[in-house]
Antibody, heavy 123, light 106 residues
Framework: QMTLKESGPTLVKPTQTLTLTCSFSGFSLTTRGVNVGWIRQPPGKALEWLALIYWDDDKRYSPSLRSRVTITKDASKTQVVLTMTDMDPVDTATYFC???????????????WGRGTLVTVSS | SYVLTQPPSVSVAPGQTARITCGGNNIGSKSVHWYQQKPGRAPVVVVYDDTDRPSGIPERFSGSNSGNTATLTISRVEAGDEADYYCQVWDSSSVIFGGGTKLTAL
């Protein structure tokens, strides 16, 4: 059974850096075709993709957030970490991590999702 | 950047057919995935690769994709189908989500 769970601060101040951890089980990020992404959703708004990391440590980022977002993996600890710098109130959202299965050149979807974690940006 | 356009809302009487569209430039050349999201829950994929259904998704959910429009069709709509629906594609190494459509069963 594949499960993912997000963890991190619920409240951050403007200009601070956010660090979120996605802890997963039931799969290995060293297995070819196994990829993990981060998606966020402001309250009452649409989903927004942030980043994706592939089994071979290749990475993709949303063009609009590329300068602020970093995704890394720690395969031995079965975790994926997202950092986002210079947080602003508009970054208030539920942040999801999700598993995507497939080759890099394929238009994969997100098969399994964590429950999400709400991050509020406020002073 | 590539944009996916969805109607904000679709309303249909229970038992009828709902059609939710996702517009994009030549979207017919891309693989479209559809997610259902209920309040307070994570999204769940209901159709992938334009027309395929994951195991456990009712046959009432189907998809099509041609030209500049992809469509999610939900037949015999039930009250439990009320949710937000999002389309998703890949474009230029980026994941793109549509703006979402709220389905209401009147």
């Amino acid at each position: 059974q594949m499960t993912l769970k997000e963890s991190g601060p619920t409240l951050v101040k403007p200009t601070q850096t956010l660090t979120l951890t996605c802890s997963f089980s039931g799969f290995s990020l060293t297995t070819r075709g196994v990829n993990v992404g981060w998606i966020r959703q402001p309250p009452g708004k649409a989903l927004e993709w942030l980043a994706l990391i592939y089994w071979d440590d290749d990475k993709r980022y949303s063009p609009s957030l590329r300068s602020r977002v970093t995704i890394t993996k720690d395969a031995s600890k079965t975790q994926v970490v997202l950092t986002m710098t210079d947080m602003d109130p508009v970054d208030t959202a539920t942040y999801f991590c999700a598993l995507s299965l497939g080759e890099k050149q394929q238009p994969n979807y997100f098969d399994y999702w964590g429950r999400g974690t709400l991050v509020t940006v406020s002073s | 950047s590539y944009v996916l356009t969805q109607p904000p809302s679709v309303s249909v009487a229970p038992g009828q057919t709902a059609r939710i569209t996702c517009g994009g430039n030549n979207i017919g050349s891309k693989s479209v995935h559809w997610y259902q999201q209920k309040p307070g829950r994570a999204p769940v994929v209901v159709v992938y690769d334009d027309t395929d259904r994951p195991s456990g998704i009712p046959e009432r959910f189907s998809g099509s994709n041609s030209g500049n429009t992809a469509t999610l069709t939900i037949s015999r709509v039930e009250a439990g189908d009320e949710a937000d629906y999002y389309c998703q594609v890949w474009d230029s190494s980026s994941v793109i989500f549509g703006g979402g459509t709220k389905l209401t069963a009147l």
